[in-house]
């Protein structure tokens, strides 16, 4: 079965991150930066441990880390969850 044109997306290389914590949460779970992006977010918000798997986890309300990363070019494609929620981030690469 062959997808109709008008259906397909852009051609476009993105990259996804996600955001787990709770809303009344002082301290965030960040899966799937890169390198780059974890020294850019650890000099904004310098209490974090790197003991998360697949992840880092900084002290600061999710709200504040959701900010940071539309600053380095994320968007919100989606969240999850009730009492802790995921948000899921896209920036184009």
């Excluded at 209490?47 to 900010?67: H, S």
């Amino acid at each position: 079965m062959e997808i109709p044109a008008s259906l397909l997306m852009s051609s476009g290389t993105y990259a996804y991150v996600a955001v787990k914590a709770s809303l009344h949460a002082s301290d965030s779970a960040v899966f799937g930066l890169n390198e780059d992006e974890i020294v850019a977010l650890v000099k904004r918000f310098d209490n974090y441990k790197k003991d998360v798997i697949n992840g880092v986890l900084l002290k600061a309300a999710p709200i504040e880390v959701v900010n940071a990363l539309g600053q380095l070019g994320y968007r919100v494609v989606g969240t999850t969850g009730e009492a802790e929620i995921v948000w899921t981030m896209q920036r184009d690469v």
